[in-house]
């Protein structure tokens, strides 16, 4: 799975294979229960949106996505991740936010070895 992106029936949000290493060591956080780069009212408010993939069609949505995604990687620490997240505009964390949660179940499903989900 590692770099291969999500494609939802809208498009698709690329993963860079460089990328996943942190990825997977903020989803083995996540597969916990604990959301590193976001708080629970972010993800509240996020759910309370459309979904993800619903707006993966706004082309301009997609690219602030893919921008988010590569600054939160060049990030020197995670303190520098949660503030860009709180940064973002309401639109693109939400998406993010959602996008998360939808490689987060997919991290898990490939994993058998994961402990329990709590989200």
Known sequence: MAGDGV???KGTIQVP???WEEWERIFHSGARGTHLLFT???IRRAFA???AGESLNDEKLVAR???ALAVLMDAETLFDQQQFVESLDDSTRAALVQLYFGLLDRYLAGDDSQPEVLH
Do not use: Y
């Open 40 to 42: 629970n009212d972010m």
């Open 49 to 51: 949106q459309a979904l």
């Open 65 to 67: 996505i893919q921008q």
């Open 7 to 9: 494609t939802t029936t």
């Open 17 to 19: 294979v460089e990328m």
